[in-house]
């Protein structure tokens, strides 16, 4: 599993830097507008460091979580944000102007969705509270160095990691300061998060489960998870909400209303460790429970990972047989007969799994990779084609659509869109090579001509874009 290294750490002082010097250097009111602007900075600055783990069903998955908490609340005035860190550590936290970052190592370490939404409650207590402004309108004596250090150690979760992120200001005196939230501000966080996860239907008590979890996590690897670091008071914080429960949200509520928590936490790739670990625990637990579903699943899931592909293709069969129409099973099946060059039955399970989910772009790009591999070339086409204004979370749809159009002898259109490809990779020659190649293929004063005169425009007239030499590539 991928952990953060500790240049990135140091990208994290950078971008909280840049963010706060744009704000107003008086500090001395840190207004909604400040709070949008620092919040969007930060999210930009660390999608472009790629720290933010990019998976649409996992993504959806924990902004639905959200949304569904922002319905019980009185919101701030932004427009909140869910984005899941690309880090193991067990932390969740939230930025100014309503961007709440759960890391990928707390989603792994709930036992239950109740407990996750817990969490992502108590940080939406926080964006709402404004709790991160208040502390930095207080600070405003301070210099917006020393508050960028200040924040980066609060951020990164304390210990060796945040210390040397700290270190790269040399800012005097600045590991001697914290930025943490007040008992208040956790009372408060605590309190307007316990309300809306009860008033969203789930059960009260998960608050206080998952901060149990995070103590068990500490006893057995003596490390303080990140969590307990950035949300301090952890025995106080069980006490107080114990307190609450018990005298104002007696009613049970459900563990579980979005639904499919293992399933997304397979979603997650885990280190091989990790991954024969996971096995024996999920081969163990079949054998109490042999129609399980997602217990099948995972085990697939996880087997297909260690390279065992007839086992993984017998327990997705399996699970499609007590589950005949799970769309994430089809797919899967499908993903693996692609994978393994049998592109005919490939096409078979994603085309059922398309007609459960025919808005799945992850779905409608593997069903155009099996139609293209069996030569069904104008199928493949149409598929790629309905992706042609998405963002994919690995791969580039102009490179599919150019190499399609290729394959039906549309060299203008396979010229245009290898153009286009090779303009998001950032390589001008190679780029200019095939828009002007394209040109060939389309009549002066067309819509298409127009369009790629004008890209040819847009790369000749960036002096400034260095590009690395190149073959062009046809």
């Not at 984005?83 to 932390?91: G, H």
Request: with cysteine; net charge neutral; proline share 3%.
């Amino acid at each position: 599993m991928r952990k953060f290294t500790q240049n990135q750490h140091i990208c994290f002082v950078i971008i909280i830097f840049i963010m706060l010097f744009r704000v107003s250097p008086c500090l001395a009111e840190f207004t909604l507008e400040d709070e949008r602007k620092v919040g969007k900075e930060f999210y930009d600055k660390i999608k472009e460091q790629k720290l933010i783990y990019k998976n649409e069903n996992l993504n959806n998955y924990i902004t639905n979580i959200g949304n569904l908490i922002l319905e019980q609340t009185r919101k701030a005035p932004f427009n909140f944000r869910f984005s899941i860190v690309d880090s193991d550590a067990i932390n969740a936290f939230a930025t100014p102007g309503g961007y709440i970052y759960i890391n990928k190592g707390l989603i792994l370490a709930a036992e239950n969705e109740a407990e996750l939404a817990g969490v992502i409650a108590h940080e939406i207590g926080h964006a709402n509270a404004r709790h991160v402004a208040s502390i930095i309108e207080k600070s405003q004596k301070l210099s917006v160095a020393t508050l960028a250090a200040i924040i980066a150690g609060a951020f990164l979760g304390g210990g060796g990691e945040a210390a040397a992120a700290i270190a790269a200001f040399s800012v005097a005196g600045a590991s001697s300061l914290t930025l943490k939230y007040t008992r208040a501000h956790e009372e408060e966080a605590d309190r307007m998060g316990l309300n809306y996860l009860v008033s969203a239907g789930y059960y009260p008590a998960a608050m206080i489960d998952f901060l149990k979890i995070m103590k068990q996590h500490e006893f057995l690897s003596k490390t303080m998870p990140s969590y307990l670091l950035t949300h301090p008071g952890t025995d106080d914080r069980i006490y107080y909400m114990d307190s609450l429960i018990s005298t104002i949200y007696p009613q049970k509520g459900k563990k579980n209303i979005i639904g499919n928590l293992s399933r997304m936490q397979s979603l997650i790739p885990l280190d091989h460790s990790d991954l024969n670990t996971k096995y024996n625990e999920l081969t163990e637990s079949l054998k109490k429970d042999p129609g399980n579903v997602d217990l099948l699943y995972n085990l697939a899931l996880i087997e297909d990972q260690l390279g065992q592909t007839n086992a993984a293709l017998q327990h997705f069969q399996k699970a499609l047989n007590f589950s005949p129409r799970d769309e994430d099973i089809l797919k899967n099946i499908g993903l693996i007969y692609l994978k393994t060059g049998k592109a005919d039955f490939a096409q078979d399970y994603l085309i059922r799994a398309s007609s459960l989910n025919a808005d799945s772009d992850e779905i409608t790009f593997a069903l155009g990779k099996a139609y293209f591999a069996s030569g069904k070339y104008q199928n493949a086409l149409d598929c790629y084609l309905k992706l042609k204004n998405k963002t994919l979370d690995s791969e580039d749809i102009n490179y599919f659509i150019a190499m399609t159009y290729g394959k039906l002898n549309n060299k203008g259109e396979s010229h245009y869109h290898f153009g286009l490809y090779f303009k998001k990779e950032g390589k001008k020659e190679s780029s200019l090579f095939h828009f002007k190649e394209a040109l060939n293929y389309f009549p002066q004063g067309s819509e298409r001509s127009n369009n790629i005169n004008q890209e040819i425009k847009d790369w000749e007239s960036n002096k400034k874009l260095k590009t690395p030499m190149e073959k062009p590539k046809h």
